[in-house]
């Protein structure tokens, strides 16, 4: 078993490479169900919009050419000749020294070309004074002015937040191809773990990971197949990523990767299928023991057992392959916060480090961060305060206390 | 029907304390479920974490007074007696000059309080040489040490994101009491208005705010009841709100509040319940005419009909009042990045104005801030491309092109 710890940027740069550029399904759905789905196909817009020459003041609709020279002392009087109402199909024409009066968002009725705003007219009966002139095209929005039919609206790869699925109706979809969310298994493993909700002996621990790990799957929009914990037999463990990789597009698995004679999962994958084990160790921490497998096209992450460890590995080599896997193009980062350091910070000698932290705003407003929790490692405690993490270089020797430093945010 | 606009601070103002501080149904779900959910209970940790004394290294557990003065030279000899592996219960115990070989994460052993870790030892046969002393409780984690048995660990009010949800699982838990999501109905109103998949007339437009509000609803972990769209005619409107108040918590509509003859909704609203109309018209741009009203106990908002107005106006007012009605305590403010202006932007005279710009970076990695659209306000060429939105202050003139900016973002 290879054993050789790789630089971080070079595992993450593995992963990706391994994931195909775009997904293989795609599905057909309503755009009232599509909120956060991925748009599979670029969006044309069928029509102008508006697809209408519409008003965007309320005041008189009129042939510009007949206002020229308007002015409060030498007024215009034109001859009304009607109403357009918002939603109406104007069923009369402005001819020669006529107008019309129409609303915001009304359609110009034929003829007319320009509005003047009420503001600049008074009115007696069906004499319409107007006090100003307007040019060609004042104060309408002319069919195809906000976007011209055949123009591409949305690309492909985007993730159809609120405003984007607005987009869609506007333009009179009521369904809307969108890549299928990924399926992703979920193992864990370790002699230790025991499923919530059944007595615990002594020496064991509740399975955290698989519901940490669920959870930040559906936060990614990916469907999670909850395979339970398998004992630590190597038999075992090989029927359950057998059957993982059968139903799932890609499997995750926690514990069972830390260097040991029970490392069962990497003496497993490396028999499963081709290419298998990728790499075996990343110089990083927490998450030195993680190991990447692409077996028979699906990818297989091995992350460690400790809870804080798994999901931080998560958020780092796993979601980027996700965001990949969903067929999103651009570059999600994860969003960051300027805060200072609350007191000195040590990285682990020679490699690249993560620290866990909790920010608390001082009375001036300023963000700490404190590494949690102080002193040992303790797993769930770290889960309940940290909401971000820093990263020191492998070099770096220590965070200096008050030190501006850049906190990455663990969730939304 | 009063028409003073109010200014922002004082909307938002009226319709927070116009929600219950607390909601009031609750529902126990599978932790399993429990993702974005909100906790309506204190979560005190029901035993120590960990449960037992845990070894943090790989080595032998020692009794620490045995191993005092042991130094390189001058070790010390102790008799192997046994070994405890993770996730095992300890069958032996620790006597005087004993020790027991222990893995990371093991129990210790009855006897024990420390553990020596294996690069500071040797061993021959069941002979285990010590090179350096420990101190009592040294590389062990204490039960306990983690959280404290009736330490209250997570609070009523935290949304159950991934790492929280580990919490609970890692304490045994998996149920877990949550606040029910807020159902809210939505109606769109305008005589405009045409549901996306039918024709569209001359003069008519796709109904885009439901479908914006209904996704938006959704990120917000809230369940939208979709009314559709209803004729601009006072007892159709007056109905529609009426069934709305039956079955949701709230109600948003959009349309039909501009100032003009076929304004319905404000007209409705205002006989509707006790107290009725709180407010109607803010002193903001885009989002004036919006109305609200508190119908018997339940908040309905009025909004635009505009869809990029009706969108800004439930992010800067309905939002903060349905995080409240899903039982969120903390302030969960909208996220804001450092852009420079693309061009001078204008604000609208005398009203705090909000504009809306996309966001790109330059080549020196700089984002740049450019209104959408330029010149016409084109609704949908916006939600396409507007990805935050910019606050001028009532007073300012405008913002000079490269001037630095806060831009806040409209989803996450």
Do not use: W
């Amino acid at each position: 078993m290879f054993r050789q710890l790789i630089p971080f940027e070079r595992a993450k740069q593995i992963i990706l490479e391994s994931i195909p550029s775009e997904p293989a399904e795609t599905e057909e759905i309503p755009i009232y169900k599509a909120y956060n789905r991925v748009l599979a196909e670029d969006i044309i817009a069928p029509f102008n919009v508006p697809s209408f020459n519409r008003s965007i003041v309320d005041g008189y609709a009129v042939r510009a050419e007949d206002t020229f020279g308007a002015e409060e002392e030498k007024p215009v009087k034109l001859k009304l000749v009607g109403r357009i109402n918002v939603g109406e199909a104007p069923r009369l024409t402005v001819n020669s020294m006529e107008t019309a009066e129409i609303v915001t968002g009304a359609a110009l009725p034929e003829g007319a070309n320009a509005v003047v705003m009420v503001e600049y007219t008074s009115r007696k009966g069906d004499e319409i004074t107007i006090y100003r002139p307007v040019v060609k095209g004042e104060n309408v929005m002319k069919a195809g002015d906000d976007i011209k039919s055949g123009e591409k609206i949305l690309e492909k790869g985007e993730v159809l937040v609120p405003r984007k699925i607005g987009v869609l109706a506007a333009l009179g979809f009521i369904n809307v191809k969108v890549y299928s969310q990924p399926k992703i298994a979920i193992i864990s493993t370790g002699p230790e773990i025991v499923e919530p909700g059944k007595p615990l002996p002594l020496g064991k621990v509740y399975d955290v990971n698989s519901y940490t790990l669920s959870a930040a799957l559906q936060e990614l929009g990916a469907i999670p197949l909850n395979m339970g914990i398998v004992p630590d037999e190597e038999k075992k463990i090989e029927n359950a990523i057998k059957t993982a990789l059968e139903s799932a597009d890609a499997v995750i698995t926690s514990g069972g990767v830390s260097v040991g004679p029970k490392d069962l999962i990497p003496k497993v994958l490396a028999r499963l299928g081709k290419p298998g084990i990728l790499f075996c160790g990343v110089s990083i921490k927490p998450g030195k023991p993680t190991t990447f497998a692409v077996i028979n096209g699906k990818p297989v992450f091995s992350l460690p057992g400790q809870p804080t460890s798994a999901l931080f590995v998560f958020l780092m080599l796993v979601r980027p392959a996700l965001l990949r896997m969903s067929g999103i193009r651009k570059e999600m980062g994860i969003q960051t916060v300027e805060a200072y350091a609350g007191e000195k910070i040590f990285p682990a000698r020679g490699r690249k480090t993560f620290v866990m932290v909790s920010l608390k705003r001082d009375d001036s407003g300023k963000l700490i961060a404190h590494p949690v929790p102080k002193g040992l490692s303790g797993a769930i405690t770290t889960l309940a305060k940290a909401s971000g993490y820093v990263e020191i270089p492998k070099n770096r020797q220590f965070i200096e206390c008050g030190e501006k430093i850049k906190v990455h945010i663990l969730e939304n």
